[in-house]
């Protein structure tokens, strides 16, 4: 299939997932000129530098994906599909919905193979192979790559705020928009927000949001296990709040939706996701603070944006820095965890002498 | 006051009378709340009203609280005895404080007795006390063995004392009780794969705990038909102990898929996590436990662990699961705290 056909089935099947941006033909096509100038349009040889050069697609594309969000699985897919590659997906065991019915909606010919169960002629016929999730996931696909094919690694990262400002509805409802969406299960979503000045003051005033701004979205499915371990979790820090200075937590009431912990100590701490903001006070050195999860940094939301806080931020470790109540909406052009979103899946072929 | 309560408490685990639950919990609960300075700011912060009607309504610390807290109803200075938990999870560990032992024995041996569990014969898959001063189960087996020394399989050293097991195993004339850790039943089986390992006729093997810590994780059924084919009793002779170092008492049960019971001084609720209330009947919710023996630190403790009420009064114990959190991208700090710790 064609570039521009391949850019119009994926527009047309991206068309129900909000979340993925702003996939419009320009806009790809726009994605695609800053990435790879020519190369995927025109198939003929592109002067680079003294040499010409082409690209093609590693084709196949072997993507093992985790089950926290659908949104990494589906811009892989949609980066191989646009690429030209074949695509093999193999789901987590939970699945994911979201994916099926983006795959359903593309037509045959381009249409990803899913499977919950990795067959081994995948892991062994892939030209590239892309692995999300944990570090011991990660090492157990890499032992069986070989030399020969791509490994493309985005293990679980780390997404926090800094914050400057004061607590207003605004401040409040991107912090809303940047923690709930899939049930703040993302790379992108953050665990917790440094806040500089009255920190305290500033917990209470978000938690004052919280209600409203939960309203806004559908209540996540957890199977009772996890409540019950969100609710330890909760009552731990009721606990805390209860006997240690500064700890100061508001939560959703007859419900785990959400719950803000105010927590004096900048010290880093475990966040079990699903709706918890941690709210910190800020660092005297914010870098040396986060000196230990540096090379964990996915996404730094800040506010203000500013020099001064974009600088920190970039010395601290963060991968990419956006406005509080952005972080869940990169541009489509961003680099994932740093690299080439377009150019990591294809190769090139240099031809001197012509 | 104190020692009217704990006479009254002590009463009432030698004659339980089912009416005069309530007012004794909420006497200790009075109790507690005016001794116990850190459980007082906690009823503050909950909002408790300073009169409660029920002792459905007492607030229960988290089990954590123990880590993070002294928690007594007495002064310092009167501290006699320190229990600890294992602190296999890396957070350090929770400390039980007790200014006398009378009530812990009483509701040890009460509730052993109160289930008809057989006290003759009885070896320990556990350290004496003296090699183990913080352990709450090596004293619990003391207490039921008169602390004699030839009733402890385990050495000093950690490992199992051979000849002390080999003497026990070998006299088949009566009747024995094995009670130790699930891991040191493990342990048993693993030691000595090949010995023969037969109970004598009408023996009884309690287990406890879980495998925290040890990496291993076996299920209860797989466990049971283990013991029961390498012990050679049946399964509904192996018995679970469900206790804490948290508590001063323990729930029991027996065989696959049975409810726990408390002896008549406990009460336990299933809490529906969600919203933090009593469960409805049949659901998975997390066990909420009040011990009147917990006279000296606090009576009411929510666990972790998940439960389901039964039509029978008692509870099926699930446990928790301990890969539930973290999930997604918190692994990432969780993994990093782990290695800092």
Redesign the interface.
Known sequence: MKLDDRIAAVVSAAAGFSWLGDLTAENIARWIELELGQYLSDPRLQTYGSQHCLTFPLSPILHIV?G??PHAALQSLIRGVIVGATNWMKLPQEGLPEVDTFVRALPKEIRPELAGDLHQCWMEEAEAIVVFG??ETIQEFSRWARPTQRFLAH?????LGLIWSRCDPHIAEGIARDVFPFDQ???L?P?FFFVAGDSAEFASQLSKCMEKQRLNLVAPVRD??????????R??W???????PGVFLWDSL???DWVVIHDPNPG??????HGTIFIKAMPSDPELALS??RR?ISTIGLSPVNLESVSLAIRSGAQRTCQIGQMQNPPLTWHHDGWPALGSFVRYVDVEGL | MTTSLETDVLRFLSQPEEGKFESLALAIFNHQRRENP?YA??C???ETPERIDSWKRIPA??Q??FK??DIRSFSVEETTTEFRTSGTTGEGYGKHFFPSLRLYEAAVVRGWDYFRLPRHRLILLMQHPDEAPFSSLSRMGGILTNFRRDRFAIAKNGGFDLDQLREQLLNREAALTLFGTALAFLNLLEVFPARCLELPHGSVAIETGGFKGSGREIGKRALYEQLSVRLGVATDSIWNEYGMTELSSQFYSSGIGRSHRAPPWMRFQV?D?????EASPG????LRIIDLANLWSVLAV?T?D?AIAQPDGGFLLLG??PD??????????????RS?R
Do not use: W
């Not at chain 2, 539930?324 to 705290?337: I, K």
């Open positions: 985790s926290n969000t944990s570090d293990g679980h990262k780390i997404s299960l993302g790379c979503s665990q009772r296990g996890l409540a019950a371990a969100l609710r330890a979790f009552e731990e009721k606990f805390r709040a209860a006997t240690e007859a419900n785990l880093l701490v475990t966040n079990p996701l230990p999860i964990l | 850190v700011k906690y503050e912060f909950l610390v988290p954590i609280a993070r807290s809490i996590p969600d919203t933090n209330e659901k998975i919710g997390l929510l972790q998940l928790r699961d539930v959190l973290p999930r997604g991208c918190s692994r990432a700090m969780d993994e990093l705290m800092a």
